[in-house]
């Protein structure tokens, strides 16, 4: 009788609408040295030709802890909107990415970067996916790997929206260790003129030449982890990466949350400073998604 019962149960289940989406490990071809892992949420309902959204997670968290944080909304974005996202997950011990060695601060280096965008070219292939609606979110240390992706392949990403990170290169590893903490730059004690910044980015894809994601950077005006200066330099960095003025064309108070200010440096760069929040700054689903154009 028992067994009735749960069978019962289970085809009820069934009929009620399958098996619902999930985050699923997927092998990649991967002929990067860094053996991350990649995982993939296919929502139930997926647009034809979808876009795709890489979501970096941050330090002492992977791909599947940060599918399931409620604070990172791009499952529902998924959900609602049709498109795929990519959850990379780190290999290094702490699992914070690695921002800091040659190797993933250099275009086809072998280090993390190169191993996401094994990722994103898969992705592409398999799932049918848009190459001209890629994009890539993360927080603190997926804040920082976005940059970094942003810089080594830029010819993968359209844009990119990232909370609470570093600039581009200001991790980096003196010794060469991988996911190396680097206090300097956490305490925002790394200062460059913009011109130097910009080369940072240059010289991770030397010769490159093509289109560049457009940048949205978030920061919290309160963040102890990674200091607010990190902001600014973030912003004198892609201003010059893109040759346009450190000075807003447009800006907004409280936009898009009350105490926030969104500064426009023209199309490619925007910069969001949250005023008395702290490490790091909440994912903001719509805010993300405009600057995406999803
Ligand atoms: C690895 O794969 C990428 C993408 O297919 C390719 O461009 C690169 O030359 C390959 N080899 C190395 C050593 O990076
Ligand atoms: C920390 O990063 C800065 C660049 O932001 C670099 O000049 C410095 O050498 C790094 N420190 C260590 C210990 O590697
Ligand atoms: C997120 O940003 C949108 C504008 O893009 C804004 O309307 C909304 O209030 C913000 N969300 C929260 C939770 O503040």
């Not at 590893?173 to 004690?189: I, L, M, P, R, Y």
């Not at 011109?195 to 093509?210: A, D, K, L």
Request: glycine share 10%; hydrophobic share 35%.
């Amino acid at each position: 009788m028992v067994t009735f019962t749960s069978l019962l149960g289970a085809t009820a289940l069934l009929a009620g609408g399958g098996l619902a989406a999930q985050l699923t490990r997927v092998d990649y071809p991967n002929n990067a040295t860094s053996k991350a892992q990649m995982y993939v949420y296919v929502p139930d309902r997926v647009v034809t030709n979808p876009p795709l959204v890489v979501v970096l997670h941050s330090c002492q968290s992977s791909a599947q802890s940060y599918f399931q944080n409620s604070k990172i909304p791009w499952r529902q974005g998924s959900d609602r909107k049709g498109y795929i996202t990519v959850w990379p997950s780190s290999p290094n011990s702490g699992t914070c990415w690695d921002v800091s060695s040659r190797r993933s601060l250099s275009h086809n280096g072998g280090g993390d970067s190169q191993a996401i965008a094994n990722m994103i070219l898969y992705a592409l292939d398999r799932y049918k996916a848009d190459r001209s609606r890629v994009y890539v979110t993360g927080g603190s240390s997926g804040g920082m790997m976005s940059n970094v992706l942003a810089a080594t392949y830029p010819e993968l990403i359209s844009a990119v929206s990232l909370y609470s990170g570093v600039p581009a290169g200001c991790f980096l590893s003196s010794s060469g260790q991988v996911a190396a903490w680097n206090n300097t730059c956490s305490g925002g004690q790394s200062r460059a003129s913009a011109e130097q910044w910009g080369n940072v980015v240059r010289n991770m894809y030397p010769g490159y030449t093509g289109p560049r994601p457009k940048m949205q950077i978030w920061h919290g005006s309160t963040d102890g982890t990674l200091a607010p200066a990190n902001y600014q330099e973030t912003i004198k960095q892609w201003t010059n990466v893109f040759g346009v003025s450190q000075t807003p064309t447009s800006s907004l108070k409280n936009y898009p949350e009350r105490n926030y200010q969104t500064d426009n440096y023209g199309e490619f760069v925007q910069g969001i400073y949250a005023t008395g929040v702290g490490h790091s700054v909440p994912a903001n689903l719509t805010a993300s998604e405009q600057w995406f154009g999803l």
